[in-house]
């Protein structure tokens, strides 16, 4: 396996609705002894794909059917899908709750998971107790986690209740316990359903920072959850699961986009406050958060609709100019567009400021784009200084037409790219 830790072939998991085996002892019978002799499951029915949302006439269900993938040493993949898609199941045929109906699961490593609130906690034991039990279920010695003991309670926040019984812990107690005992063990690979979402922001920023540093000492991540921004800065890989199938595995920018494209919104919005930056910025301003919108549904536009975005900035210093830059690049990462608003005069510092950027004509050939969107002084002939960078952000899809067929951009030789005609900017009222 090399430096892969984790190895998935033809990966599949089907249920019977409502029913606990074949339904008979008899036909429980008739499967043991299929199975003693090597045989097929004789009640291994083709069954119906996982869509949750339509009636069926199979009593069998494919929770998961054919998946395969690798995940090597120190990655962090996501894996995402909407409720009920099998993400949960995937992670407890890894987690070995479960065992798989058929394919095959090769894992190297010891395992650390938090599939649920609460997961591994005994009610009637104290938090303490229970970070012994867990480090005792995890092959980790009483002096072992008693070395790490201080550092979990301290990371978890919860040190004034350590000793009292998790049955009257809220929710939230139990996330931050749970996920400090599962960071801190000592496990080569970390694996996180959904949970986060019951903690408070300032705990879902610290579970990030946490598995960005597991990562990077050479722990592998698997990471479930809905909230597409923190998939984005976290992730190295992502993987999107659709009734049971995976139908996507790449790179996180372009699953996320494919996953986000399977609904008609109005906006897309991106929160970049904590986005992985260059080290080198000097943030004096900086983005907090940015949308796209158009006139037809997003992220998929007409070849003629403008395009429209809005940045929401703050200065965390007195600035006297900037301006914002945008460069919008293909697919593929090719750059294809470039330009720069007009300057923006005085700032001071903590304040907040927002503004729209409007192409009426973009010139853009059909396709898919993603976006590099920067703060700063300054363009790509005078020498740029950037104050804030965001990189693979406002993914969108620019629809084909009948006039656009045979169309030929015009590049430029200084960049590689067209140069986009200058937007029009308004500034927009932060309240």
């Not at 190895?7 to 609705?17: A, G, M, V």
């Not at 909407?82 to 199941?89: M, W």
């Not at 894992?107 to 480090?135: C, D, M, Q, W």
Request: charged residues 25%; neutral net charge.
């Amino acid at each position: 396996m090399n430096n892969t830790v984790i190895k998935i072939e033809n990966l599949s998991k089907q249920y019977r609705l409502g029913l606990v085996g074949t339904g008979s002892l008899g036909h429980d019978i008739n499967r043991w002894w299929a199975k003693l002799r090597g045989k097929p499951d004789p009640y291994l029915k083709i069954g119906e794909a996982n869509d949750r949302t339509q009636q069926g006439d199979s009593e069998y269900v494919w929770a998961l059917k054919d998946i395969n993938f690798e995940v090597k040493l120190g990655e962090v993949l996501g894996i995402i899908g909407r409720n009920g898609a099998g993400k949960s199941t995937l992670l407890k045929i890894l987690s070995r709750v479960t065992a798989p109906t058929t394919g095959n699961v090769k894992v190297k490593g010891r395992i650390a998971s938090l599939l649920e609130v609460g997961t591994g906690f005994h009610p009637e034991l104290t938090g303490r107790e229970n970070i012994y039990l867990n480090g005792a279920i995890n092959g980790m010695t009483k002096v072992e986690v008693t070395k790490k003991l201080d550092e979990i309670v301290d990371f978890s926040g919860c040190e004034r209740y350590v000793d009292t019984p998790v049955k009257r812990y809220s929710s939230g107690m139990l996330v931050r316990l749970g996920f400090s005992v599962a960071a801190h063990l000592d496990s080569e690979i970390l694996i996180v359903d959904e949970v986060l979402a019951v903690g408070d922001a300032e705990f879902q920023k610290k579970c990030l920072g946490k598995m960005k540093d597991a990562a990077g000492i050479g722990r592998t991540v698997l990471f479930v959850s809905h909230n597409m921004n923190a998939l984005r800065s976290l992730c190295e890989r992502a993987i999107l699961i659709e009734n049971g199938k995976q139908s996507l595995n790449g790179e996180p920018h372009f699953v996320i986009e494919s996953y986000l494209s399977q609904y008609d919104v109005a906006t897309v919005s991106y929160d970049v406050r904590d986005w992985a930056r260059p080290s080198h910025l000097s943030r004096a301003v900086e983005f907090v958060s940015m949308e796209l919108h158009a006139p037809s549904n997003l992220p998929r536009l007409k070849y003629h609709d403008p395009l429209s975005f809005n940045f929401t900035l703050k200065l965390t210093q007195d600035v006297k100019q900037f301006n914002i830059g945008i460069a919008i690049l293909a697919n593929d990462g090719t750059p294809v567009g470039l330009c720069f608003s007009n300057t923006i005069l005085s700032g001071f510092s903590n304040e907040f400021k927002k503004y729209c950027l409007e192409f009426m004509e973009h010139q853009l050939a059909p396709g898919r784009y993603r976006c590099i969107v920067s703060v700063g002084k300054g363009n790509e002939y005078e020498g740029r200084i950037d104050y804030d960078l965001i990189s693979d952000v406002l993914m969108f899809e620019i629809l084909p037409a009948d006039d656009t067929r045979g169309r030929v951009m015009k590049w430029s030789s200084n960049w590689g790219c067209i140069r986009l005609p200058e937007p029009v900017i308004t500034e927009v009222d932060c309240k």
